[in-house]
């Protein structure tokens, strides 16, 4: 027969077990990073493991709720947005037209992003490269992590040593500021430049969208562009990891001194 006074401190001991479980703080990932190298030039990357993140919020704007569950498989992601110097390995190799702000001492320092490029020539350095651009829940996952961060370093409001933004003097060198960094080792990822992603912008995806790896792509009469994570210009909302830009249609071909792009794998 069962002692009934033994069964219930039994239990008593297996709820504190779980308490104090549930108090543990749980570990930080450490960054993991890997040297690709391309045709022309070498683009380091950071590991953004398999799993389940929180993508969207509540508190934003309409186009980035409702909050959901989304499953992404492990990629790679540059640490930093694609430079200057790595674009002209491209145009010398290709053929391809120089950006239109290479002319401009604002904009052509080797170290800076590149800016000024249409969605497609973003996508043709990818593929020329062995790369590809991230989808749009493949960069707010990297962005933000799995703790639902405002911002890729946490939700301390920003600052001039995170991130570069409401500046009129274009954008810095990437990779200035290892204090902006998010959960996986990623850099500028708020601010600097708006950057490219695969998906056509879809306002009410996030009600549809799939729970597993999803993309955006809808038919050739509506290919306005999703662009992440703010420029140098932007205000406080738009460098929020939750934050969703638009290339509208008729601006798709106009290159934009605010919008670059980096690569996944």
């Known amino acids: 027969m069962v002692d009934r006074k033994f069964l219930r401190w039994t239990v008593i001991a297996l709820a504190l077990t779980v308490a104090a479980c549930d108090d543990v703080p749980s570990v930080a990932f450490e960054p993991q990073e890997q040297v690709v190298q391309t045709p022309g030039a070498e683009h380091t990357m950071v590991l953004v493991p398999e799993g389940v993140f929180t993508m969207g919020t509540e508190s934003g704007?309409?186009?980035?709720?409702?909050?959901?569950?989304v499953h992404i498989d492990e990629f790679y992601i540059d640490k930093v947005e694609v430079t200057n110097a790595q674009y002209d390995r491209f145009?010398?190799?290709?053929?391809?037209?120089?950006?239109?702000?290479?002319?401009?001492?604002?904009?052509?320092?080797?170290?800076?992003?590149?800016?000024?490029i249409t969605w497609d020539e973003a996508q043709a350095y990818c593929e020329w490269a062995g790369l590809r651009l991230p989808t749009e829940a493949e960069w707010e996952k990297a962005a933000r992590g799995t703790e639902q961060?405002?911002?890729?370093?946490?939700?301390?409001?920003?600052?001039?040593?995170?991130?570069?933004?409401?500046?009129?003097?274009?954008?810095?060198?990437?990779?200035?500021?290892?204090?902006?960094?998010?959960?996986?080792?990623?850099?500028?990822m708020a601010g600097n430049i708006w950057e490219y992603v695969r998906d056509h912008y879809v306002a009410d995806f996030y009600f549809s969208s799939p729970d597993r790896n999803p993309v955006a792509i809808?038919?050739?009469?509506?290919?306005?562009?999703?662009?992440?994570?703010?420029?140098?210009?932007?205000?406080?909302?738009?460098?929020?990891?939750?934050?969703?830009?638009?290339?509208?249609?008729i601006e798709v071909d106009q290159p934009d001194s605010h919008v670059g792009f980096r690569c996944a794998m």
Request: proline share 9%; hydrophobic share 30%.
């Open 61 to 69: 704007r309409d186009d980035e709720s409702p909050i959901h569950q």
């Open 149 to 188: 961060q405002t911002f890729p370093w946490g939700d301390d409001l920003p600052s001039r040593t995170r991130v570069r933004f409401l500046s009129e003097e274009g954008p810095v060198s990437v990779g200035i500021f290892p204090d902006g960094a998010s959960p996986y080792g990623a850099l500028d």
């Open 218 to 249: 809808v038919d050739d009469s509506e290919i306005d562009h999703t662009i992440r994570g703010g420029g140098w210009g932007s205000q406080r909302d738009d460098i929020r990891t939750t934050a969703r830009g638009r290339v509208f249609l």
């Open 91 to 116: 145009v010398e190799a290709t053929g391809s037209s120089s950006p239109v702000y290479s002319v401009s001492p604002l904009f052509n320092a080797p170290t800076q992003p590149v800016v000024g």
